[in-house]
Nanobody, 115 residues
Framework: QVQVVESGGGLAQPGGSLSLSCAVS????????MGWYRQPPGKQRELVAT???????NFVDSVKGRFTISRDNAKNTVSLQMNKLKSEDTAVYYC?????????WGQGTQVTVSS
């Protein structure tokens, strides 16, 4: 049984910062990649950022230069640091982990950017 648990998120003002963390536990062989997706209100889920076990990262264009992603392979955790937040970053953020061919998702955490 694999569990994906997110923490962080909440409310921030435009230009502010928030961080998200995610821990994966259970019967884990190798997680590759890990990352974050988000679902804005009324829209489809979209990729935000992923990072491979080797540390290679990928970001959606809209967050490049503002968000950073990191992971700890020993602890099976991934974090997302979100800076210079914009109202369009408002969404439910989901942690994602792929273990061999199976995909696992967290329950989602709300990020709201508003003045």
């Amino acid at each position: 049984q694999v569990q994906v648990v997110e923490s962080g998120g909440g409310l921030a003002q435009p230009g502010g910062s928030l961080s998200l963390s995610c821990a994966v536990s259970g019967n884990i062989f190798s997680i590759n990649p890990m990352g974050w997706y988000r679902q804005p209100p009324g829209k489809q889920r979209e990729l935000v950022a992923t990072i491979t076990r080797g540390g290679s990262s990928n970001f959606v264009d809209s967050v490049k230069g503002r968000f950073t992603i990191s992971r700890d392979n020993a602890k099976n955790t991934v974090s997302l640091q979100m800076n210079k937040l914009k109202s369009e970053d408002t969404a439910v953020y989901y942690c994602y982990a792929r273990i061999i061919t199976r995909e696992y998702w967290g329950q989602g955490t709300q990020v709201t950017v508003s003045s």
